[in-house]
């Protein structure tokens, strides 16, 4: 009896210690799973073929000399077919750009790097707020610590929770029970018995990302990096970005292109990320393909498929995490466990208030005259 009292107020501590922090993990979580779809839905345009040379004519227009801006990286909006988000660094005070366009370069949204609420900045902010609380590698360690007491605190609700044999039914079907604390209760079990497992392993998923350098360590997960190869100072690529996709496309026929890193000074390579047919990522597929900007030869190639088994478990993580790994049937199902996780959250402090709540007493009686 003393070892389960202690669970109790263990669990309940734990939950009202970081109720808060868990409200924002599941609000943000239940909106990030479809967040690529909520934003491309409020930019408006055209569904465009894929243009290779015209989203390279564009790049090189935005980055043209005297605009003071240099291309980093191009990657897919995930939201809408054939959109891309462009990344344009700028030299300080100054400030870099994410310009949206279609598959033919047409311009559809301008936002200033780093804006947090205007032109779409909002989701962004949503989606970092649920992965670091917007206090990068500081607050990724304080989601993953928090993470690892709500694992330890659904272990502990599951071994408090667990009925006695023939009176599963029961408990996972409440009957009518008492207003108050009585029902509250009720239902706080049976909804935690509801889902507490795939709870549990989206959970671990998100800790084991939010702890992504070490979890790489323990899993020895090869390596994916090209070999050195230097831009030659005022040397401009001789291989442009169309070019360099689609020597990555014909080694992987049917793949989509998910991210293009452009070549600098450190690394005269075109990064082209694709994802093939059967890889679980959803948009971002871990297939890479190293062109070099000097003369197009592939300095590396790394097929997620055939990865080692230490490689594809950490490049599954996310995919198991946001559910992408059983389509759309997945995704709702880890929206529905930030349903959970808010629903339980919110039963248990309001048991834990009524609780505390004096009872009222109840008057004594006059006798009659």
Wanted: glycine fraction near 10%; charged fraction near 20%.
């Amino acid at each position: 009896m003393n070892r389960r009292a202690g669970l109790v107020r263990a669990h309940r501590w734990a939950s009202l210690v970081a109720a808060l922090l868990w409200s924002v993990q599941a609000s943000t979580g239940i909106f990030a799973v479809f967040h690529w779809e909520l934003d491309d839905a409020t930019v408006a345009g055209e569904a465009r073929a894929l243009d290779l040379e015209a989203i390279e004519r564009r790049a090189m227009a935005l980055a043209a000399p005297g605009q003071g801006l240099a291309v980093d990286s191009i990657w897919t909006s995930a939201g809408a077919a054939n959109r891309f988000d462009i990344f344009l660094d700028a030299q300080p005070p100054a400030k870099g750009q994410v310009v949206r366009v279609d598959g033919t370069g047409n311009i559809l949204r301008v936002r200033a790097d780093g804006e947090r609420r205007t032109n779409g900045g909002w989701v962004e902010t949503l989606v970092v707020l649920h992965q670091s609380l917007l206090a990068g590698d500081a607050g990724r360690w304080i989601i993953g610590g928090s993470g690892i007491l709500l694992l330890a605190n659904i272990v502990a609700g599951a071994l408090l929770a667990r009925p006695r044999a023939g009176q599963w039914r029961r408990a996972l079907l409440p009957r009518a029970a008492p207003a108050g604390a009585p029902r509250l209760y009720a239902w706080h079990r049976a909804i935690g018995l509801w889902a507490m497992l795939p709870a549990a392993c989206v959970v671990c998923a998100g800790v084991l990302l939010a702890f992504e350098a070490t979890t790489e360590q323990i899993v020895a997960a090869s390596a994916v990096e090209p070999p050195a190869l230097l831009l030659p100072a005022g040397t401009a690529p001789r291989v442009g970005l169309a070019e360099s996709v689609r020597t990555a496309l014909a080694r992987y026929p049917g793949a989509i292109v998910s991210g293009i890193g452009f070549p600098s000074a450190e690394s005269a390579w075109w990064a082209v990320r694709l994802r093939q047919p059967g890889e679980w990522r959803r948009a971002y597929g871990k297939t890479r393909v190293f062109v070099s900007a000097l003369d197009g030869s592939v300095g590396a190639d790394f097929d997620a498929l055939a990865a080692p088994p230490g490689r594809r478990f950490l490049d599954a993580l996310f995919s198991f995490h946001t559910g992408e790994i059983a389509g759309r049937t997945g995704r709702l199902g880890a929206l529905a466990v930030g349903v959970w996780l808010l629903a339980m959250t919110l039963l248990g402090c309001r048991l834990w208030w009524e609780r505390r709540r004096p009872r009222r007493q109840p008057e004594p009686r006059v006798p009659a005259a």
